[in-house]
Every structure is written in C-alpha cells, then in structure tokens.
C-alpha cells in the first residue's frame, strides 16, 4: 500500500477490484458495487467508519530539516512542530499528520503521543462553527 493513501481508500479499492476479478457479469457487479459504496458512505454519515481509516502515514526520506521545500509537505511541517517541542524525528520515521484547514496542523499521530481520535476531536472542540 503506497503510504499518501488512507486506509480506507486502499480497503474500497481492494473491494472494488476484488469484485472485478471475479468475473461476474456486468450487471452484477456493477449492482455489488453501488450497494458497497451506498453502504459505506451510510456509515460515513452516520459516524461509524473509525477515524484512524482516515489517516494518511507519510515516511520522511530525509532529516526534516534537510528539506528545501519543507514549507510545502504537511508531514514535514508536523515534525518541525514536534522537534520544536523537544521531541526526536529524523529520517524514515512513519508520521501521521492530522491537518485541518480551520487551524492548521493539530497533532501528529503516534509521535507526539497524540492519538488521531484525540487530534481530531480536540480540534472539533475547539472549532466555534458548524463542520
């Protein structure tokens, strides 16, 4: 699985080429997957999908601070906020930045001891507006 893929995008791609391989007819699979993705976007409404199936894991080629371009990769902007903080991030370490548009990055997963959940929530706890 490339690591810029979340969990859950790999999990319906696997289904839906599954479902190809199969070699049932036309019709057929076509109806297997509408009601697999029907069915799942029911579930993403109704808050049932676990948020880490969201998390998208990035590895750091090199030390976070040997990046030229680091102002434009999340991943390596959530670990220059971890080593700011007086945390050790270097090279090949996996990271899971938890990224939002209302306030920028909000933690990183694993790291900085921050699970995804609580990333996640604290930033909809924080946020005034309606999501």
Known sequence: MRRDW????????????????????RDKLV?????FLTKLKEDLHAGRVPLPKFLITKC????????????????VQAALQVIAKGMYVCMYHVLSPVIS?????????????????????????????IC
């Open 6 to 25: 979340c969990v859950l995008s790999k999990d319906v791609g696997n289904f839906v080429l599954d479902q190809i391989l199969k070699n049932i007819p």
């Open 60 to 75: 750091l080629t090199k030390n976070p601070k040997d990046y030229p371009d680091a102002a434009n990769q999340a991943h």
């Open 101 to 129: 548009s209302l306030s920028g990055l909000v933690g990183l997963s694993g790291l900085s001891g921050l699970s995804p959940e609580r990333a996640i929530r604290g930033l909809l706890e924080s946020y005034d507006g």
């Open 31 to 35: 109806e297997v997957i509408h009601e």
